[in-house]
C-alpha cells in the first residue's frame, strides 16, 4: 500500500489532572496537564487544598501562642519554621538570646534540615523508581526524631522555641546521644550515595532534567537547593546571619547545570555541612541561662519587620506588622520557600515526559502544609 | 508587666534553673539577655542611598522613606509602583523580589490597604521594602513584567484582600476556590469562617443558608 501513513488514533491534545490525590505529589497538589502523547505541553499548578488561615490565626494570638501554628507550615522542618517566628518577633522587639539558646537552636534547626532532606531523597528516590534509599534513610530519620522526642516529648510538631530562648534546657545524655549519631551519620549518606550517585538508572532519570538557569532561577524568585542547584551561592545562613550561624565554619554547596541531579548533589552537602555545624556547635555549647530576660507579656513597638531562615526549602520568611503596644501580630505574612519555588514547574517541565513531573516535583520538594498555609 | 523579674515562664523545667547560677557570676556589665530588650526606633531614612536614587530617578516617587529594625521602608504614590519597580530592578541591581503582600487598615481615611513589595539586591545584600497606600477598589500596577515571582503573589494578595493588580496575566484565587465569596484576610472577615457550601452547591446550601450559619449546625450539613 502507498500513501502517507493514516494516523491510527486520536492525535488531539489531552487534558490529564495530576493529582490532588497522587502519591508523587507528595500532599494535595493538583497538576492540570496538557499532554501531547506522554508530552508536557502546559502544566498548571493549582494549589489550596490544604489552606487553614495560618495569617488569619496569628492575627488572634499572642507572640508565643503563634509558635504551635508555625510547626503545622512545613511540618517536616518544624525547628527551622519556630526559628523563623522566634527570630522575626526578637528582631522586632530588640531581644538577644543567650548564647545557650542560641546554640541549641542552631543543633535542632540542622537536626530538622537533615530529617527533611533524609525524607526527600526517600520520597524523591521512591518516585523514580528507587525503593532501597527509604529504607536506609527512614532508618536515619528515625533517631533524629528520637532526639526530638528526648528534647520536647513531640516527634514533628515540636513547639520547641520561644521568643527570647527555649523552654527546655537539653536533657541529660541529650549531647552524647546526638554527638554518637552525628560521628555514625556521615558514613550513611555515603550509603545513600553508593545508592545513587553513580547509579546508571538514576542519573538517567535525573541529568538534565528540570533545568534552570542562574538568571531565571533569580527571576523566578528561588531560593534554597533550587537556586543553589543552579549555581548561584546565596543562603540566608551566610547572608544575614541568625542566631550564632556567624561563628561557626560551613560550606554553602552550589551545583553547575541547575538539573535535577544538581539539585540532588547539593542536599546531599548540605546533610554533611548539617552534621559539621551541629559537631562545632555540640563542642562549643556554653552554659549559662537558655532565656533572656523577657517581660510575661510581650508588647511590641509599631512597625513593619521581616526576618528569615534558611529553611530546607529556601528562604523562610516572616512579614509581622504590629501597632504601637501591640501584644500579637497585627499581620503577619509567610514567605513560604515551596510556594514561591513551586511557581517554576511549568518553566521546568516544559517539554518534558510524564514521568519526569514526578522527578520535577521531587526536586523542588515541596511541603503543601506551607504553600496553602 | 513584670519586667523585673527573670522570666518565670510556666514552660521551664528543672533543667533550666540549674544553668542560672553560672550567669550570675557575669562582670557588671550585664551580657544583653539580661538587660530590659530594647525595641527599635523608627528614623527618617531620605538619605539612604537608594532612597535619594529613587527620589531623583523617578520623579515624585519617594512621599516618605523610615529606617526601623535596619530595614527601610519608602512609601510610594500607587501610580508610580511599576515605573519604580523598574527603575530599582534595571539602575539600582534590585533584581530579586523576596515577597510582596499586603495590610488591611479598614479605618484609616487615605486608603484600606498597604501593599508592600520587599527587594533584594545580591551585589551587597541589600533589602528595601517599597509600600504602597491602596483603597479599596483602586487598582495597582502588576510587577510580573518585572519579577516573575510576582505572579503567585499577587494571585495571593487579591485572593486574601481583594486588592486589584492591573496588567496581571491571570489575576485568579489561588488559596481559595473561584466563586469563594469575601477576602479571608481583610479584618472585618469573620475568624470562624463564612457558609461556603452555598456557592458549592445551592440546592443544598441556599445563599447565606449554610452549615455554619449564627453558629448552629443546619440539618444535613
Given at each position: 500500500m502507498g500513501g502517507p501513513l493514516e494516523p491510527l488514533f486520536d492525535v488531539e491534545e489531552m487534558e490529564l489532572s495530576f493529582g490532588p490525590q497522587h502519591p508523587a505529589t507528595h500532599g494535595v497538589l493538583r497538576v492540570q496537564l496538557k499532554l501531547d502523547g506522554e508530552k508536557i505541553l502546559d502544566a498548571r499548578p493549582i494549589i489550596g487544598y490544604l489552606h487553614r488561615g495560618t495569617e488569619k490565626l496569628f492575627e488572634q494570638e499572642p507572640f508565643n501562642q503563634c509558635i504551635p501554628h508555625t510547626d503545622r507550615l512545613d511540618y517536616i522542618a518544624a525547628p527551622t519554621n519556630n526559628q523563623g517566628f522566634v527570630v522575626t518577633v526578637e528582631k522586632l522587639l530588640g531581644i538577644t538570646i543567650p548564647p545557650r539558646a542560641a546554640y541549641i537552636r542552631m543543633i535542632l534547626a540542622e537536626l530538622g534540615r537533615i530529617s527533611s532532606h533524609l525524607l526527600w531523597l526517600?520520597?524523591?528516590?521512591?518516585?523514580?523508581?528507587?525503593?532501597?534509599?527509604?529504607?536506609y534513610t527512614f532508618r536515619e530519620r528515625e533517631e533524629i526524631l528520637d532526639l526530638f522526642e528526648a528534647y520536647c516529648g513531640a516527634r514533628l510538631t515540636l513547639n520547641a522555641m520561644r521568643v527570647g530562648g527555649l523552654p527546655y534546657d537539653l536533657p541529660d545524655g541529650w549531647v552524647e546521644r546526638c554527638a554518637e549519631m552525628m560521628e555514625a551519620f556521615p558514613a550513611h549518606i555515603d550509603e545513600y550515595e553508593t545508592l545513587l550517585t553513580e547509579n546508571r538508572i538514576w542519573k538517567k532519570r535525573t541529568?538534565?532534567?528540570?533545568?534552570?538557569?542562574?538568571?531565571?532561577?533569580?527571576d523566578w524568585g528561588l531560593t534554597g537547593p533550587p537556586l543553589r542547584g543552579s549555581g548561584v551561592k546565596w543562603d540566608i545562613r551566610k547572608v544575614f546571619p541568625y542566631d550564632r550561624y556567624d561563628e561557626v565554619d560551613f560550606e554553602v554547596p552550589i551545583g553547575k547545570n541547575g538539573d535535577t541531579y544538581d539539585r540532588y548533589l547539593v542536599r546531599m552537602e548540605e546533610m554533611r555541612q548539617s552534621v559539621r555545624i551541629i559537631q562545632q556547635c555540640m563542642d562549643r555549647l556554653p552554659d549559662g541561662p537558655i532565656?533572656?530576660?523577657?517581660?510575661?507579656?510581650?508588647?511590641?513597638p509599631e512597625g513593619m519587620v521581616y526576618a528569615s531562615v534558611e529553611a530546607p526549602k529556601g528562604e523562610l520568611g516572616y512579614f509581622i506588622v504590629t501597632t504601637p503596644k501591640g501584644s500579637q501580630p497585627y499581620r503577619c505574612h509567610v514567605r513560604p520557600p515551596s510556594f514561591v519555588n513551586l511557581?517554576?514547574?511549568?518553566?521546568?517541565?516544559?517539554?518534558?515526559?510524564?514521568?519526569?513531573?514526578?522527578?520535577?516535583?521531587?526536586t523542588l520538594d515541596i511541603v503543601l502544609g506551607e504553600i496553602d498555609r | 508587666m513584670s519586667d523585673d523579674k527573670p522570666t518565670p515562664s510556666p514552660e521551664e523545667q528543672p533543667g533550666a534553673a540549674k544553668a542560672a547560677p553560672a550567669s550570675q557570676e557575669e562582670a557588671p556589665p550585664k551580657p544583653p539577655w539580661e538587660d530590659k530588650p530594647?525595641?527599635?526606633?523608627?528614623?527618617?531614612?531620605?538619605?539612604d542611598p537608594d532612597v535619594a536614587a529613587l527620589a531623583a530617578g523617578v520623579e515624585d516617587a519617594v512621599v516618605e522613606a523610615v529606617a526601623f529594625a535596619d530595614q527601610v521602608t519608602v512609601t510610594i504614590p500607587r501610580e508610580k509602583v511599576l515605573e519604580a519597580c523598574r527603575f530599582l530592578k534595571e539602575e539600582r541591581g534590585f533584581s530579586f523580589l523576596v515577597d510582596l503582600t499586603a495590610v488591611d487598615w479598614p479605618e484609616r481615611e487615605e486608603g484600606r490597604f498597604d501593599v508592600i513589595h520587599w527587594l533584594h539586591r545580591f551585589e551587597d545584600n541589600r533589602r528595601l521594602r517599597l509600600r504602597t497606600v491602596v483603597a479599596e477598589g483602586e487598582p495597582v500596577a502588576s510587577v510580573t513584567g518585572v519579577w516573575k515571582t510576582a505572579n503567585w503573589l499577587e494571585r495571593e494578595a487579591y485572593d486574601m484582600f481583594g486588592i486589584h493588580f492591573e496588567g496581571h496575566p491571570n489575576?485568579?484565587?489561588?488559596?481559595?476556590?473561584?466563586?469563594?465569596?469575601?477576602?479571608?484576610?481583610?479584618?472585618?472577615?469573620?475568624?470562624?469562617?463564612?457558609d461556603t457550601g452555598a456557592a458549592i452547591y445551592p440546592d443544598v446550601y441556599?445563599?447565606?443558608?449554610?452549615p455554619m450559619v449564627d453558629g448552629e449546625e443546619k440539618e444535613g450539613a
Open positions: 526517600a520520597t524523591h528516590a521512591i518516585d523514580l523508581g528507587a525503593i532501597t534509599p527509604f529504607f541529568v538534565g532534567i528540570g533545568v534552570i538557569s542562574a538568571e531565571e532561577a533569580i532565656m533572656a530576660k523577657v517581660p510575661k507579656v510581650l508588647r511590641a511557581q517554576s514547574l511549568p518553566v521546568l517541565v516544559d517539554g518534558l515526559l510524564v514521568a519526569d513531573l514526578v522527578a520535577v516535583i521531587g | 530594647v525595641p527599635p526606633v523608627p528614623s527618617d531614612a531620605a538619605d489575576l485568579e484565587r489561588i488559596l481559595t476556590w473561584e466563586g469563594f465569596n469575601g477576602h479571608p484576610l481583610r479584618k472585618d472577615f469573620p475568624v470562624e469562617g463564612i441556599p445563599q447565606g443558608g449554610g
